[in-house]
């Protein structure tokens, strides 16, 4: 059975850092990218980064760019999610999930992703 379970989401203040997991299970981890997405009340899904398990290639959308930092442990079959300097609205959902195709910079945004965890909070006051 597949699993993705996310963990390490809290309640911080403006300015502060999280450190985000993903860990898999039943899953070949060096395949495809996996990808860390936050929905907030209210709001549509958006992608936050992405990593390709394989090489390392890593992908951030605009709002996070400087401030997140996406990692990987191939041993753990772990993808992490440093965030610094964390804002008010970065409170959200945050989930990681996987696409096993070849990911592009062009294209991590727009192609599906699997086996969603079931999330992790993020809320940061001001």
């Known amino acids: 059975e597949v699993q993705f379970v996310e963990s390490g989401g809290g309640s911080v203040q403006a300015g502060d850092s999280l450190r985000l997991s993903c860990t898999t299970s039943g899953f070949p981890f060096g395949d495809g990218a996996i990808g860390w997405f936050r929905q907030a009340p209210g709001k549509e899904r958006e992608g936050v980064s992405c990593i390709i398990t394989s090489r390392g290639n890593s992908y951030y959308a605009d709002s996070v760019k400087g401030r997140f930092t996406i990692s990987k442990d191939n041993a753990k079959n772990t993808v992490y999610l440093q965030m610094n300097d964390l804002k008010p609205e970065d409170t959200a959902f945050y989930y990681c999930?996987?696409?096993?195709?070849?990911?592009?910079?062009?294209?991590?945004?727009?192609?599906?992703?699997?086996?969603w965890g079931q999330g992790t909070q993020v809320t940061v006051s001001s």
């Open positions: 999930a996987t696409n096993r195709g070849f990911i592009t910079p062009a294209i991590w945004l727009l192609v599906p992703y699997d086996y």
